[in-house]
């Protein structure tokens, strides 16, 4: 079992940075995929970034290629997505999600554990 705690949301102008944290709970996290997806209103939840549990391997979704970056301290437990460059299209409640495969997978349902989610507005 994974508990998961986002936290770094907050209101930001185009072209600004946050860092989202995922916090996370459980004897298996430095064994999970961690994702980060995002959701805004009227549209489906879509995926963001993904690391692989040894933080050799990450992967992002094109529209945040280039700007996002992400990072995991698995002596903390935590994951971090910073954000730069940041565009009003990006603004979403971002969802934090362990999984317990071993590549970094796109879908949401292949995630087992979910965080309640961080409000990311960016204003243009």
């Known amino acids: 079992q994974v508990q998961l705690v986002e936290s770094g949301g907050g209101l930001v102008q185009a072209g600004g940075s946050l860092r989202l944290s995922c916090a996370a709970s459980?004897?298996?996290?430095?064994?999970?995929?961690m994702g980060w997806f995002r959701q805004a209103p009227g549209k489906e939840r879509e995926f963001v970034a993904g690391?692989?549990?040894?933080?050799?391997?990450?992967h992002f979704a094109d529209s945040v290629k280039g700007r996002f970056t992400l990072s995991r301290d698995n002596a903390k437990n935590t994951v971090y997505l910073q954000m730069n460059s940041l565009k009003p299209e990006d603004t979403a409640v971002y969802y934090c999600a362990a999984d317990q495969s071993i590549v970094v997978l796109t879908t949401p349902s292949a995630y087992d554990y979910w965080g309640q989610g961080t409000q990311v507005t960016v204003s243009s």
């Open positions: 690391i692989t549990w040894s933080g050799r391997n990450t």
């Open positions: 459980g004897r298996t996290f430095s064994r999970n995929v």
